[in-house]
């Protein structure tokens, strides 16, 4: 994977979101406090729709609140995506070579195959779920919880590694 985002870091200097990215004092830490906010957004939304799938919260319907908090996670993360751009852009030759940082990836490609996987098996389903989840669609939510709680500490040790 490295050298894909050694490509990507060059790329971004040479579009200069790089060079602006590590040339303002405020560059960095609003970028980075947008991506907290928008991985509160993404936890805070389906985590809560994950923790109701795997079995709190019994008397609300699951399907309306996947309905209303589907939307602020993907919010969420559409802000993470743009200001981890920003955030990558400010020090990406050395994010590249990161092994948390690649990690972190990971971590994120397979938390959104999780949520894809899940959103085309189990969406047509959850309106039913009167007594609960099939175990199956438990265990994925249970997965998401983890894998977006993984990415996300994964993101805040990059500092120390």
């Known amino acids: 994977m490295e050298p894909i985002l050694t490509a990507v870091a060059a790329w971004l200097d040479m579009t200069g979101i790089g060079p602006w ?3 303002s004092a405020l560059v ?3 970028a980075n406090t947008l991506h907290l906010l928008g991985l509160v957004m993404l936890v805070g939304g389906i985590g809560t729709v994950d923790l109701r799938i795997v079995g709190l919260w ?3 319907p699951v399907a309306d609140l996947s309905r209303a908090l589907t939307p602020v996670a993907v919010a969420g993360l559409v802000l993470m995506v743009a ?3 920003v955030l990558f852009a400010a020090d990406g030759a050395a994010l590249a070579r990161s092994a948390i940082f690649e990690r972190k990836l990971i971590l994120i490609i397979a938390a959104l195959a999780n949520a894809a996987a899940f959103r085309r098996v189990w969406n047509p ?3 039913r779920w009167t007594d609960g989840a099939p175990l199956a669609a ?3 939510a ?3 919880l983890l894998l977006w709680l993984a990415a996300g500490a994964s993101g805040r040790w990059i500092a120390y590694g």
């Open 125 to 127: 389903h959850m309106t």
């Open 58 to 60: 019994q008397r609300l």
């Open 142 to 144: 249970g997965a998401s």
């Open 138 to 140: 438990r265990v994925m």
């Open 28 to 30: 960095y830490p609003v």
């Open 83 to 85: 200001s981890g751009v």
């Open 21 to 23: 990215s590590r040339g």
